[in-house]
T-cell receptor, first 111, second 114 residues
Framework: EDQVTQSPEALRLQEGESSSLNCSYT??????LFWYRQDPGKGPEFLFT???AGEEKEKERLKATLTKKESFLHITAPKPEDSATYLC????????????FGKGTRLSVIA | NAGVTQTPKFQVLKTGQSMTLQCAQD?????MYWYRQDPGMGLRLIYY???????DKGEVPNGYNVSRLNKREFSLRLESAAPSQTSVYFC?????????????FGPGTRLTVT
C-alpha cells in the first residue's frame, strides 16, 4: 500500500530561520512526488512536481529535493507570509492511480 | 481562466437531507476528483473520473455518488447526509494522461451535518 508520512506535524520558526520539512514515502514505483501549499480556508495550491531521485526544484524561498525514500522542502530565510500547511503527495506508476497525500506540516513563521 | 470552481462555499444540512456539490473546471482537463479533508486525517479521495463517461471509487466512497456530467463538470451527491460527513470537500482536476500529473484544486465546500 502506498503511504506518505510528513514530519514534523507542526513547525514554528522565527523570521529568517531556515529549516526543512520532511516527506517519507513508500510507493510501488514512483510516477511523481508533489508539494502543495494550503492556506487556512483555501484549497491546496500546487508548488512542485519531482519525478526522479536527485531532482531539485526551486521557487522563491522554497527548494524541493527528492531521494528514493523521501523528499525535503527547504525553506530559506522564511517570512511570515510563508506560514501555511505544506502537503506532500505521491502517485504510483501503475495505471491511473490517484494521489496519496500525507497529513501535512503546519508551518508558522513569527516576525 | 477561473480554474476549478465549487458551489456552494458553505452548507448546513440536517441528518437525512440530500444535496449535490457542484464542481466545474475551465482548463480542458480530462481527470477530475473529489476529496474530503478532516482534521488529523489529511486529504482522502472519495471518487474520481479519469475521463468523461467514467467514474471510479476512491478510498472513502460510502454514502456518496458522483456524476461526470460532461468534460467540465463533476458533481458529488450525498443522498442521506450523516454527521460523519461533516467535512471540507475539495474538487480537483488534472490534465490528460501522458502530460503533467499534478492536480489543481478548487476552493472547497464546507459542509456541516447536524
Amino acid at each position: 500500500e502506498d503511504q506518505v508520512t510528513q514530519s514534523p506535524e507542526a513547525l514554528r520558526l522565527q523570521e529568517g530561520e531556515s529549516s526543512s520539512l520532511n516527506c517519507s514515502y513508500t510507493v510501488s514505483g514512483l510516477r511523481g512526488l508533489f508539494w502543495y501549499r494550503q492556506d487556512p480556508g483555501k484549497g491546496p495550491e500546487f508548488l512542485f512536481t519531482l519525478y526522479s531521485a536527485g531532482e531539485e526544484k526551486e521557487k522563491e524561498r522554497l527548494k524541493a529535493t527528492l531521494t528514493k525514500k523521501e523528499s525535503f522542502l527547504h525553506i530559506t530565510a522564511p517570512k511570515p507570509e510563508d506560514s501555511a500547511t505544506y502537503l506532500c503527495a505521491v502517485q504510483a506508476v501503475s495505471g491511473n492511480t490517484p494521489l496519496v497525500f500525507g497529513k501535512g506540516t503546519r508551518l508558522s513563521v513569527i516576525a | 481562466n477561473a480554474g476549478v470552481t465549487q458551489t456552494p462555499k458553505f452548507q448546513v444540512l440536517k441528518t437525512g437531507q440530500s444535496m449535490t456539490l457542484q464542481c466545474a473546471q475551465d482548463m480542458n482537463h480530462n481527470s477530475m476528483y473529489w476529496y474530503r479533508q478532516d482534521p488529523g486525517m489529511g486529504l482522502r479521495l472519495i471518487y474520481y473520473s479519469a475521463s468523461e463517461g467514467t467514474t471510479d471509487k476512491g478510498e472513502v466512497p460510502n454514502g456518496y455518488n458522483v456524476s461526470r456530467l460532461n468534460k467540465r463538470e463533476f458533481s458529488l451527491r450525498l443522498e442521506s447526509a450523516a454527521p460523519s460527513q461533516t467535512s471540507v470537500y475539495f474538487c480537483a482536476s488534472r490534465p490528460k494522461r501522458g502530460s503533467s500529473y499534478e492536480q489543481y484544486f478548487g476552493p472547497g465546500t464546507r459542509l456541516t451535518v447536524t
